[in-house]
């Protein structure tokens, strides 16, 4: 397929509005923390958003919320682990909306902390199919799709996927593995036309980290001072930079992960 070169006639301060009207969005971790905040973005931004999860409780309360704005969405159970589920999932996204324009693959967990060599066989697996497995499964089945539209994916790394961080090297070894699948990917599929990147947050204030941690504020407590702007992250300013990376004000970025972490990798 011939590149697309139409991104290098815009002129510098012509940048495109954020509008993804009649285009489908599927995010997968889209029940909670950042990729809840992602759905409502991209659904606040006229898009059909699919809404995959585990639960289908918090999922439906993402729709909803989406709904809530005058935006279209569905939800979809999904374990992004099993591959017959994401081929579900991706099928019943086509099914719905007719086609398949972003994917966000951010599902994912931290998996349990402590020292390397205390880990188990089975930590292992589960670090890494919950991180890389579901998102390398994800890519598999939206790459088809998303080549009928000049797609974008963008996947949720982490900054622990550009530096050590110790006791959580499985999950450090899944983040630096997700983004090597997005720059690999990312030459795969560029004469495809489509876009692969990664966000990498830093410590953001989650349901995940509040209910490790006790409180908003005590994720702040923990984290905040070790980030140079003195805070932790908002669900929503990582959405924002997915949104962005998706978009078409992003089209001549691929490849890239790009870093949402309050300076802490800059350190």
Request: charged share 20%; net charge negative.
């Amino acid at each position: 397929m011939e590149p697309n070169f139409e991104g290098k006639n815009r002129q510098a301060g012509t940048s495109q509005s954020l509008s993804f009207d009649n285009r489908t969005a599927l995010v997968t971790g889209g029940s909670s923390g950042i990729g809840r905040a992602t759905a409502i973005a991209f659904g606040n931004a006229g898009a059909n958003v699919v809404v995959a999860g585990r639960t289908r409780a918090t999922g439906n309360e993402t729709v909803s919320r989406i709904e809530a704005i005058g935006g279209t969405a569905t939800f979809i159970e999904t374990d992004v682990t099993s591959e017959q589920a994401v081929e579900r999932m991706v099928a019943e996204t086509i099914e719905t909306y007719g086609r398949l324009d972003y994917a966000i693959n951010g599902a994912g967990n931290v998996g349990k902390p402590g020292p390397l060599t205390d880990r188990t066989e089975s930590d292992w697996e589960y670090t890494m199919n919950a991180n890389l497995k579901g998102v390398w499964l994800s890519m598999k089945h939206e790459i088809p799709h998303l080549r009928e539209n000049n797609g974008a994916i963008v996947n949720i790394a982490s900054d622990f996927g550009h530096v050590g961080f110790e006791e959580f090297s499985l999950y450090v070894a899944a983040k630096h593995g997700v983004i090597g699948l997005t720059r690999a990917g990312a030459l795969e599929y560029a004469e495809d036309n489509i876009r692969i990147n990664a966000v990498s947050p830093g410590a953001i204030n989650t349901p995940m980290n509040r209910d490790r941690l006790g409180s908003a504020e005590a994720v702040q407590k923990a984290f905040g001072p070790s980030h140079p702007l003195g805070r932790v992250g908002t669900p929503e300013e990582v959405a924002d930079a997915i949104v962005w990376l998706a978009s078409d004000n992003a089209s001549f970025v691929t490849g890239h992960s790009l870093l949402v972490d309050g300076g802490y990798t800059a350190q």
